[in-house]
T-cell receptor
Framework: RKEVEQDPGPFNVPEGATVAFNCTYS??????FFWYRQDCRKEPKLLMS?????NEDGRFTAQLNRASQYISLLIRDSKLSDSATYLC?????????WGAGTKLIIKP | EAGVAQSPRYKIIEKRQSVAFWCNPI?????LYWYQQILGQGPKLLIQ????????DSQLPKDRFSAERLKGVDSTLKIQPAKLEDSAVYLC???????????????FGPGTRLLVL
């Protein structure tokens, strides 16, 4: 079993819609979680950290569910520019494990 | 502020040849990471440096891969000899410390795209 698992997608979503995807982690001791965004043929860039109480940044909301060991990312009012691969990262003690990413395609 | 620099951006070599990649992290970032990202997969940590010391190299194939960060600033990653399965993007990232706490946000360079024929 992979330590951090994501649905690879692709998620094909019309512009303006709301989309959500989850990421499960196997190590219950994991304490730090992040969502990174990676555009095609580009490097990953931090989208947002995920806090225990959940957090929001504009159209993006991240949640952590420790009981079920998953984190989620919600994107509201999706834009064409949101098309990218979203990488889930989790770990502890400065050892972070990366998921394989979920590909999101926003269609006009 | 300048970002993480990497070179070369692209490299094509034949199997059994050697190759080296260079990375210059963001100024002042004590922690440097080398990742391998194979197409369709997430980044896989190869080695993590804290200044010029190795923190984690558990996933580095030490029979063919080596890395150094002699002066605690820039770093080189070498593959010798290369295999077909080494074809990937090699990403360098860095992060900073705030007081005694490592900031877990990692800043990535543009990567080196390696093709082994």
């Amino acid at each position: 079993r992979k330590e951090v698992e994501q649905d690879p997608g692709p998620f094909n979503v019309p512009e303006g819609a709301t989309v959500a995807f989850n990421c499960t982690y196997s190590n219950s001791a994991s304490q730090s979680f992040f969502w990174y965004r990676q555009d095609c043929r580009k490097e990953p860039k931090l989208l947002m950290s995920v806090y225990s109480s959940g957090n929001e940044d504009g159209r993006f909301t991240a949640q952590l569910n420790r009981a079920s060991q998953y984190i989620s990312l919600l994107i509201r009012d999706s834009k064409l520019s949101d098309s990218a691969t979203y990488l889930c990262v989790g770990g502890s003690n400065y050892q972070l494990i990366w998921g394989a990413g979920t590909k999101l395609i926003i269609k006009p | 502020e300048a970002g993480v620099a990497q070179s070369p951006r692209y490299k094509i070599i034949e199997k059994r040849q050697s190759v080296a990649f260079w990375c210059n992290p963001i100024s002042g970032h004590a922690t440097l990471y080398w990742y391998q990202q194979i197409l369709g997969q997430g980044p896989k940590l190869l080695i993590q440096f804290q200044n010029n010391g190795v923190v984690d190299d558990s996933q580095l194939p030490k029979d063919r891969f080596s890395a150094e960060r002699l002066k605690g600033v820039d770093s080189t990653l070498k593959i010798q000899p290369a295999k077909l399965e080494d074809s990937a993007v090699y990403l360098c990232a860095s992060s900073s410390w705030e007081g005694r706490k490592l900031q877990e946000t990692q800043y990535f360079g543009p990567g080196t795209r390696l093709l082994v024929l």
